[in-house]
């Protein structure tokens, strides 16, 4: 008695001479499998499928265009199935040729051969044994399913963070953007205070003194520290305003601002200046020659507060489409571990953090080379695209590269 297995995986049947056929199919429906008999190699090789089970053939059909057709189609099932093929051996129209080729697994890959006179429990068992295989195949290609579906849903996970992240980034970049145009605007309503209200009323008051002491005719040493304390005044009240927002940068342009607050730099620092300015530069619209500025305020103060150096040079110059300005000191350089976090999260400080949403608002780069010898700072601001296109029609237009420079994506 042979034990019944319900098995619903399709077991395909090529037998088209003789009563094979009806035999294979017989036992194994007897036994509870599915059995789907084919007529033509055609259609047997159309039912090969991912969800076939395995195929019995009779060897009487495996000459060379039957062989090579079968190998094609079991060759494009996926890289999961190892489709199991039976072969019917030792009767009929058996030639050496067919017997050397079936005998030698190839080129049809899984190949079990089945020994005629065929014993209807060899079959079962055998069947049993291949469709439990393809079986496990089947679990193999659900696994590989189910593992793709979790890949791609953290790919869409990680495709929908990095979209957040970006977008948060941006919503980041325009308010720093925002705070930065604040700031200024800030700057220059103090600076206009400071100059219009307090500097008025400390000139009054300046004035009064004087008128004071020219009506009593004293010599009153007082009177005298106070007219010096005013007089102060006036003076701090006056540079505070103007690096605030020096009037020069709206009135004659960002060269002549720089040139005023490099050399007040110099001064207040005791730091030996050097200052390498063109002879004209290219109006930039306001808000460029105002960040322009504020990088040059920004990179001096830190040469002042940080390296440690006793001289700094600043250099402007108009290349083609682009202003780059420098500033070289020649102090204890920056440690590479903050260059090393600067270039990767750019957090490293208000200040440079500063200079690079500037930059990169108006389009530019800012590069920063240190070593023990210094530090050397260059930002470059490209023209704006209108004034670009004038000049492209009487020069080329060169765009530097710059393999070291900060990426400000």
Sequence with gaps: MIDRHPFDIPVLVFAPFGKDAALIERVLQQSGFAVQTLPTIERLCAAISEDAGAVILTEEVLHNGTIGALAQRISAQPPWSDFPVMVLTGGGLSTASTESAVRSRAPLGNVTLLERPLRPVTLVSTVRSALLARRRQYEVREHMKQQQAAEEALRRAHDALESLVEQRTAALRRLSVK????????????????????????????????????????????????????????SDTRTLSHLLHPPLLDEAGFVSAARWYVEGFGRRSGISTNLELPE?????????????????????????????????????????????????????????????????????????????ERLKELGGFLEIESNLDGTLLRATIPFPSSQTKEREATEPVFVEDAPHALPLD
């Excluded at 008025?200 to 304390?229: F, G, P, W, Y």
Aim: aromatic share 4%; glycine share 6%; charged share 30%.
């Design 280 to 356: 004209h530069l290219t109006r930039l619209p306001r808000g460029a020659e105002t960040a322009l500025f504020r990088i040059l305020q920004e990179a001096l103060t830190n040469v002042h507060r940080h390296s440690g150096s006793r001289a700094v040079d600043v250099r402007v110059m108009e290349s083609d489409a682009k202003v780059i300005l420098t500033v070289k000191d020649y102090g204890m350089g920056v440690p590479r571990e903050i260059l090393d976090r600067f270039w990767k999260t750019g957090n490293t400080g208000v200040g440079l953090a500063g200079i690079r």
């Design 179 to 234: 705070l930065l145009r604040v700031q200024d605007e800030e700057r220059r309503r103090i600076a206009r205070e400071l100059h219009d209200s307090l500097g008025q009323d400390l000139t009054a008051a300046k004035i009064t003194l004087d008128m004071l002491a020219q009506e009593s005719d004293l010599e009153s040493a007082h009177l005298r520290e106070a007219q010096k304390l005013v007089d102060r005044c006036i």
